[in-house]
C-alpha cells in the first residue's frame, strides 16, 4: 500500500523521484523519504511526515543530488506515523531500504540483530531488512546475493529496494506478492510499485513475477527468479501516457474520473461485442470450453468490488440460472471452503493486486474449481497472469482512492460475462441483442447521469452537517445502497451505512429521526411498491428522505422527501447510471467538509498487504 520508486541513470534522479512519489502519493501519504548516492559515494536522507509537498519543501532547504537512489510513501502498519518511522530505513551509513508490504516474522530477525549489536531507530518492520542485508554484505556477500540470502528468511508479502552507496551502480529489488514493475529507459532504467510513478519517463516496462530477484543498471536489467536461474521478462508498452495521470483541469481526480464514466464503459464494450451479439472468445481461447461447464460460481472480492460482486450475483441467478455465491477474500481465506462440482471462481479487483483476493485466488486453484476468471483494470497484475479467463475493464488509470469508473466498469464487465453465459444457456438471439443493446446505452445514460452534477453540489448542503446518513435500496440496488454509503463515509468521513430496505424493521428503524438522512435508490422496475412502503415507514417516524428515481416511478417531492429524478435506464443499467450521482453527491458533501478528497485519512488505493 506504499508508494515505491528507484532510478539509476546518468543524471540527478531526484526530481525523478520526487514526480515519481507525486504519481503514488494515492498508494500511501502518511510520511515520505528519498536516499541518493552522490558523487562521493555517501548517502543522502531525506524524510518527512506528511505529503509529497512536505519532502519537496525540504529539499529545497536541503538539496540532494546523485545518479541512484530509491524514494518512497508510507502507509503506516508497524509503528506510528513518525519521521524515524519513514522510510528509506539505513545500516552501517551504506544500505538504504525501502520496502512495501509487511515483513511478518520481523521480530525474531530484529531480536538477533539486537543481539549483534545493532541498533534500531525505528518501530517499523522494514529496518530489520537494512540491518539483515548489512550484515549479510559485512560478511563479504555480493549486494545480490545479501538481499537474495535475507529474502529467504522473510515471511509475509513484500517488495524490496535496496541500494549500497559503495556499490553506487545498481538497485537489488525483489518482489514477492507486492507489485514491482521495471521500467527500461535509454541508458537508465527505474523502477516502482506502479505505473503512473514512471510515464513521465517510460512507456516500456517489465512486471516481476512472484519471487523475482532483479538488479537494475543503467545499462540493462538482470531478474533471477526463485530457482536462482537467469530468466527473460517479457517487455511491455502501455497505451496510458502522462497526461492520464494528471488531474488538470479538475479540482480533484476523483471527480474527473467520475467524469470519465460515460468513456471508460464504451472502452470496456470495445472489442466485446459485435453486431449486437457478446463474444464469449474476448475471456480468452479457454472460455468456450468452460463456460459450457459452469454449474456454480463463486465471486471473491473486497471492499467497492464486492459490491460490485453483489450485484452480479443478481444479474448471473436471474439471466442465466446459475447458483451464484459473493464473499469477502478476507473471510474466504480463513473458513473451510466447499466447492460444488464444475464451480467457475471469479476474482474483482481494480489493481490485480489486492492482497486478500490474490491469496483466495491462490488458494483457490488448489481447491478443485473448474476454472478462475479475474475482472481487473490492470493488464500485467498477478491476478491477470495467474486467471485462466480475463476480463479487463479498461477504466484506465484511476488515482483518486475512492473507487468510481473502476466499480462501474466492474459492473458493466460483470453483465458481460454474464450474457456470455447466458448465451452458453440457450438465451435467445432477439433476448441477446435486446440485452446488449442495453449495455451499449449504459455510456449515454451514464453521461446524463452527470448532468445532474449542479443539483447534487446543491444537495449536498442537506448532508454535510450531518453525523449519520442511511442508505436504503432493494435486489440490485441493495449493493448499490451499500457502494454509495461507503463512498460518503471513505471521503467525508461521516457515517454511513446501507440496509436492504425491507430490513428496516429489524434494526435501523431505531434510527430514524429527523437528524438523519435517508438516501433511496428507487429505478423502475419490479420491487417499486416494496421500496414506497418501506418509505411510508421511514416518513412516519419524521425521517428525511432523499430518493433517486425514475419518473416513471410516480413518486413526488413533498413535504419530508426530496425526490433527486434520475434519467430513465433500463432496469438492467439501472445500478451502474444510479452510481453516478451518488459518487457526486459524496464527493460535493466531502468538498463542502474540506476533507482531503483524493487522499482520505487511513486508507490507500492498492491494498496490497493483508
Known sequence: MCGIVGAVAGRNIVPVLIEGLRRLEYRGYDSAGVAVVDANQKLGLARTVGKVAKLEEKLEQQPLDGQIGVAHTRWATHGGVTESNAHPHLSGGRIAVIHNGIIENFQPIKDEMLQKGYAFDSETDTEVAAHLIYDYVQQGMDLVAAVGEAVKRFEGAYALLVIDADDPHRIVVSRVASPLVIGLGDDENFVASGIPALLPVTQRFIYLEQGDLAEIRRDGVRIVDTEGNDVTREVHETEWDSASAEKAPYDHFMLKEIFEQPSALADTLYGRVSNQRVLPESLGPKAEQLLDKVENIH???????????????????????????????????????????????????????????????????????????????????????????????????????????????????????????????????????????????????????????????????????KNHTLFLGRGPMWPIAMEGALKLKEISYIHAEAYAAGELKHGPLALIDNEMPVVVVAPNNELLDKLKSNMQVVRARGGQLYVFADDATGIESEEGMKVISMPHADRLIAPIVYTVPLQLLAYHVAVLKGTDVDQPRNLAKSVTVE
Not at 436471474?318 to 474466504?332: D, F, K, N, R
Request: proline share 2%.
Open 299 to 465: 465471486i471473491v472480492a473486497c471492499g467497492t468490488s464486492y459490491h460490485a460482486g453483489c450485484v452480479g450475483k443478481y444479474w448471473i441467478e436471474s439471466l442465466t440460472g446459475v447458483p451464484c455465491q459473493v464473499e469477502i477474500a478476507s473471510e474466504y481465506r480463513y473458513r473451510h471452503v466447499v466447492v460444488p462440482p464444475n464451480t467457475l471462481f471469479v476474482t474483482l479487483s481494480q489493481s490485480g493486486e489486492t492482497a486478500d483476493t490474490l491469496e483466495a485466488l491462490r488458494m483457490a486453484t488448489e481447491l478443485g474449481y473448474l476454472g478462475t476468471l479475474t475482472i481487473c483494470n490492470s493488464a500485467h497484475s498477478s491476478m491477470v497472469r495467474e486467471s485462466d479467463l480475463v476480463m479487463m475493464t479498461q477504466a484506465g488509470p484511476e488515482i483518486g482512492v475512492a473507487s468510481t469508473k473502476a466499480f462501474t466498469t466492474q459492473l458493466l464487465s460483470i453483465l458481460l460475462v454474464t450474457l456470455m453465459m447466458a448465451k452458453h444457456r440457450g438465451l435467445s438471439v432477439a433476448r441477446e441483442k435486446e440485452f446488449v443493446a442495453n449495455l451499449t446505452h449504459a455510456a449515454a445514460a451514464s453521461d446524463l447521469a452527470l448532468k445532474m452534477n449542479d443539483q447534487l453540489k446543491e444537495l449536498a448542503k442537506d448532508f454535510a452537517d
